[in-house]
């Protein structure tokens, strides 16, 4: 693995986020989330209120995340705001790009289009703890659309 990766581990859980009354779905990178990676590679709290795309307003929406979870060189919504729930506010994406044994998080940025880039490290994930991670998303995705 090159070192211009950080190899790292990926989660996703239900678990009580600060700004919230209620328990959030939560990415976590390494333990820590993916909320407080951004901001402290940022040096920002730009990262506080947003959630994963899970349970979108708009059923187009979720059907796309559930779609692009499944790909890799795609652009994926990862974070968006916790208020509207769609496209149209927030939208925190990465580009995800697979290599021999890993899954890489290459770039984020804002916007489904990634227009205004997050200057923070690339992330390199195992394949099997990528594929449990997205099988877990996916099955979050199906218990809120029910």
């Known amino acids: 693995m090159a070192h ?19 328990p959030q779905y939560v990415i976590t990178i390494n333990d820590i989330t993916l909320n407080d990676y951004l901001n402290q590679n940022t040096q920002s709290r730009s990262f506080d209120l947003l959630v994963p795309p899970i349970g979108l307003f708009d059923n187009r929406d979720q059907q796309k995340v559930l779609a692009l979870l499944s790909f890799t060189n795609v652009a994926l919504p990862i974070l968006v705001c916790s208020d509207d729930m769609d496209f149209s506010c927030t939208v925190v994406t990465t580009y995800v790009e697979e290599a021999k044994d890993y899954i890489i998080w290459k770039t984020f940025g804002y916007g489904v289009d990634m227009s205004k880039p997050i200057h923070v490290p690339p992330l390199a994930f195992e394949k099997s703890q990528y594929r449990e991670f997205v099988e877990a998303f996916k099955g979050f995705i199906h218990r809120e659309s029910l």
Do not use: C, L
């Open 4 to 22: 211009k990766y950080i190899h790292s581990k990926i989660e996703i859980r239900q678990d009580q986020m600060k700004g919230f009354q209620h």
